[in-house]
Each structure stands twice: as C-alpha cells, then as structure tokens.
C-alpha cells in the first residue's frame, strides 16, 4: 500500500510538472517571435474579408490586430477554409483563431477561449411603419421570410407564423421591403451590418431575444498565461474606447452585450 502511494504521488508530481512545463508555453514563443499568429477565413463579411484593394479587413481583423499590439508583438494572420481553421490550432498552424468562433461547451472541453468580445440575438425585423408586429408572439398568422432549416425559421414557426422560404438574409431582407413577407426573425449582427451599409432601409427590429450567442477567440488548452494576456488586452481594448471605435465602424453601435 505505501508503495502505491508513493507511485501514486510520484505519478502526480509528474502530472504537475508537466502542467508546469506546459503553462505559459504558447505566450513564451509568442513573445519570442514577436508574432501573434492568427488563423482566419478571409471570406466572411464584416468580420474577415478582403476590401477593394484586396487588404484583408472586418471587424474581426481589427480585434485581431489590437489584441496583438497590446501583447507587443505583430498581428500574423493565415487564411484558411472554415472547415480546416480550428484543426489548424492542433497542427500549431496559429496561436488562435479569431473568427466568430461560438463559445460552446463542447468546444471549451478540448480548447480555451478568451472573454467573449461580441454576442449576437434573435431579432424580429418588420418594415419601418409596421405597428402590428410588436413581439414574437405577433408572429401568429403573419408570413415571414426564413431560410427553412435554419433555427431562425423553427423560431418564427414555433410563434405561429407561415415560413415563406428563402436562402438567406439578404433576400429575407427584400421580402419584407416588397411586402411579400411581414416579418424575417434574423441575426442581430446580420441586421446592424445592412444598416450600416444601408441607414436609409425602411426596415426596423421590433423585438429581440433576451439570451445572446458569444464568439470568443480559441487557442490551444493549457496556457492560462496566454488566455489571461489576451483577456487584459480585450478589456483594455473596451476601456480605452478602441472597441466602441471598431464596432462603430463595422455594424453602428456596440455589439459586445
């Protein structure tokens, strides 16, 4: 029995040293660099995508890139297909993936995430002058435009309303314009980035959900120091007013709550 014991120690003080050894790993080479390298799609506007002059930009980016010089070190980004952006973490292609990256608990048992730095809603979108849809529940008999398997489209069914199908949500959007639809239940960063591009629509939210989806930034399991600097960085970013700036700029308003 004491030998157990003493081999069961010995095998914990291994654990611990290892941890040990792990813990600040990533931060250390990153520093070491002077490279923060962050994995991307380059393909997803406003978030991540590639402007007029083919300069990779998007709200995203932006983040990226403050997180970065508050580390002290050089925002590296590497584009790559959704599909492939998180394995990349394994492969040690990036030191995270910024990339509306949904906080899951799923995702948390294997990787870590930053704070969360954007969260989006459900959001009831009617035409401007519309005064009878006032809440989700107004939905009951009204058409509205939904991509039919979306949860989006479960919501506006669960609510009694009458799917009219579509692929997506600009032309969720036009079928509301034209009268076609009452109503599209859509995501809120969907709705403020249109607006931002397109003030004038005539087009309004009449009711959200309460509970948001966050999106964090996703690194490898392990380096607390790493998940603690760039969780400073995020709430500097927000204390300064840098984040309020981005966030102005991409979608009109705030969109960390």
């Known amino acids: 029995m004491k030998r157990l014991i003493t081999l069961l120690a010995a095998g914990a003080l291994s654990l611990a040293a290892v941890a040990a050894a792990q813990a600040g790993a990533d931060f250390d080479k990153i520093k070491k660099s002077g490279e923060f390298r962050i994995g991307t799609e380059g393909t997803y506007a406003p978030f991540t995508y590639h402007d007029a002059d083919n ?8 983040i990226g890139r403050e997180v970065a010089k508050r580390l ?3 925002a590296k980004f590497q584009e790559g297909k959704w599909d492939g952006l998180i ?3 394994d492969a040690d292609r990036y030191d995270a993936v910024i990339n509306q990256v ?9 990787y870590d995430f930053s704070d969360p730095y954007i969260a989006s809603k459900a959001v009831l979108i009617v035409k401007a002058d519309n ?5 989700f529940a107004d939905l009951k008999g009204k058409k509205s435009a939904q991509s039919l398997t979306s949860n989006f489209g479960k919501l506006a069914e669960k609510n009694g309303a009458e799917l009219v199908g579509t692929d997506g949500f600009d ?9 076609r639809a009452d109503a599209t239940i859509n995501d809120s960063l969907s709705f403020y980035d249109f607006k931002k591009h397109k003030p004038d629509a005539a087009v309004k939210i009449a009711a959200q959900e309460e509970n948001a989806d966050y ?3 996703i690194m490898r399991k392990g380096d607390a120091e790493l998940v603690a600097a760039i969780n400073k960085a995020l709430a500097d970013i927000k204390a300064d007013g840098t984040y309020k700036k981005i966030a102005d700029t991409y979608f ?3 969109v960390s709550q």
């Open 131 to 135: 005064a009878d849809i006032k809440g």
């Open 252 to 254: 009109g308003q705030d």
């Open 55 to 62: 300069k990779l930009v998007g709200f995203d980016v932006e």
């Open 87 to 89: 394995a990349g973490l």
């Open 102 to 110: 949904g906080i899951t608990e799923e995702r948390k048992k294997k």
């Open 171 to 179: 032309q969720s959007i036009q079928l509301v314009l034209t009268g």
């Open 215 to 217: 999106s964090g930034i």
């Open 72 to 74: 002290g070190v050089e």
